[in-house]
């Protein structure tokens, strides 16, 4: 009997965020059990569910798989969503690779001390927008199909909506001068798995709002 | 025509390193274009051969890699350094992540304050100690085989070689309370592709020393 999948984090978007979305996007449903207070995080390291001592966790087909990329990569591969051959596979990492570090850039905004914060945002944008969105961009124009890498639904295209949505709530105009990546998004969002988790009512998280900020850090530090 | 692999990178460890040692292990020779000034980059950054304006990247099989994660994968998939099926490499996957922040750390240690390091190499021991190698150590004594995964080399093996190596560069005696470890650390290390790369005169580079650091830091300015 399989069960659902099964996500342990806290009741954010953090570093699960990815892997909900890609759940959701190849229509899995999912359970998620959330850490609140250390004592949590304790008791899941206690009872030696946790490889390295950290979340994400993701109980998964009998295994308890953690680190970020071994569960995304568990769930791309096993749902086709990792093209269709090594080659593919190379295109797709290599546009993932890109994204989790803009990812990186765009989840660790609310955590930086205050005095830091106008340069990490400026530094955010200024990647978003002259490093990332560009290549994507350009991508999407010299091939002309509607999806990033071999004509179909990959994970690169799951996970490049997200960062487009999470960058557009720092600054909405943002995708201003990419018009590409503005037809990608609607394109992709109309997917009806996708469509689906980005209503009300879903469990996609939102962003982290300042008053969450010190309980998030007292469950890991 | 294929050519050898041509890696693009500082004469340095930095990111390409764990490259430079799943090629080797692999057995395939490989060329590298060394990048010695900030002009170099800027150089690549122009040509348009670096999606992302970084390095590592690596020209192999008419494509010009970035990204040490995308480029590894596609290395240990190429040469059967990944597993036999979905489960196995997840595990090689989890793995190699251990290993990879593990040896994130050690990497950084050369580019701190000097004020930091003292700190921030007990952090390392600390955690090679009780959040790492106790894994490894777990894993090798729950199945009683040679290698990490699947009873066959894999990249999981290689790149633990590789962070234990680099962890008895910081504490000789790091693995003193893991005896499986050194066991598979000298089995690792006698495989002949690479003993070879652990001989004076191969393409491993050496620990970073402060001289280096300048040198980096002017190239990439940081």
Not at chain 1, 45 to 63: A, C, H, T
Not at chain 2, 8 to 17: A, N
Not at chain 2, 35 to 61: A, C, S, W, Y
Not at chain 2, 179 to 201: D, H, Y
Request: proline residues 5%; charged residues 30%.
């Amino acid at each position: 009997m399989s069960a659902k999948p099964k996500l342990h984090y806290f009741n954010g978007r953090g570093r699960m965020e990815p892997i909900r979305w890609l759940l959701a996007a190849a229509g899995v449903e999912f359970e998620e059990s959330y850490l609140e207070k250390k004592e949590d995080l304790t008791k899941l390291q206690k009872d030696g569910s946790l490889l390295f001592q950290q979340v994400p966790m993701v109980e998964i087909d009998g295994m308890k798989l953690v680190q970020t990329r071994a569960i995304a990569n568990y769930i791309a591969t096993k749902y086709n969503l990792y093209g269709k051959d090594l080659k593919e596979r190379a295109l797709i990492d290599m546009y993932v690779e890109g994204m989790f570090d803009l990812n990186e850039l765009l989840m660790t905004h609310d955590f930086q001390p205050a005095d830091k914060k106008d340069q990490h945002f400026a530094n955010m944008m200024d990647k978003a927008t002259n490093r990332y969105f560009p290549v994507f961009e350009k991508v999407l124009k010299d091939h002309g199909k509607d999806f990033l890498v071999g004509n179909q639904l990959s994970r690169a295209d799951v996970q490049l909506l997200e960062i487009i949505l999470m960058a557009e709530e720092f600054k909405p105009d943002i995708l201003a001068k990419f018009p590409l990546l503005q037809s990608f998004k609607a394109r992709i969002s109309n997917i009806p798995t996708i469509k689906k988790f980005l209503q009300p009512g879903s469990q996609r998280k939102p962003p982290i709002r300042e008053e969450e900020v010190p309980k998030v850090m007292k469950i890991f530090y | 025509m294929a050519g050898k692999p041509k890696l693009h990178y500082t004469k340095g460890r930095g990111k390409m390193e764990s490259i430079r040692w799943l090629l080797a292990a692999a057995g395939v020779e490989f060329e590298e274009e060394f990048i010695e000034t900030k002009e170099d980059l800027e150089k690549l950054r122009n040509d348009g051969v670096l999606l992302f304006q970084q390095v590592p990247m690596v020209e192999i099989d008419g494509m010009r890699m970035v990204q040490t994660r995308a480029i590894l994968s596609y290395l240990a998939a190429k040469y059967n350094l990944y597993g036999k099926d979905l489960k196995e490499r997840a595990w090689i996957d989890m793995y190699v992540e251990g290993t990879t922040d593990l040896m994130g750390m050690i990497m950084y240690l050369p580019f701190q304050p000097a004020d930091t390091k003292e700190k921030n190499l007990a952090l390392i021991i600390e955690r090679a100690t009780t959040r790492y190698f106790p894994v490894y150590e777990k894993a090798l004594k729950d199945h009683g085989q040679d290698y990490l995964v699947g009873n066959k080399l894999s990249w999981a093996d290689v790149h633990l070689l590789e962070a234990i190596l680099m962890a008895e560069e910081c504490k000789p005696d790091v693995l003193s309370a893991f005896p499986l470890l050194q066991a598979f650390k000298g089995r690792i290390s006698n495989i002949p592709t690479i003993k070879k790369f652990l001989q004076p005169g191969s393409q491993r580079k050496p620990p970073t020393d402060e001289k280096f650091v300048a040198v980096v830091r002017k190239i990439f300015n940081i």
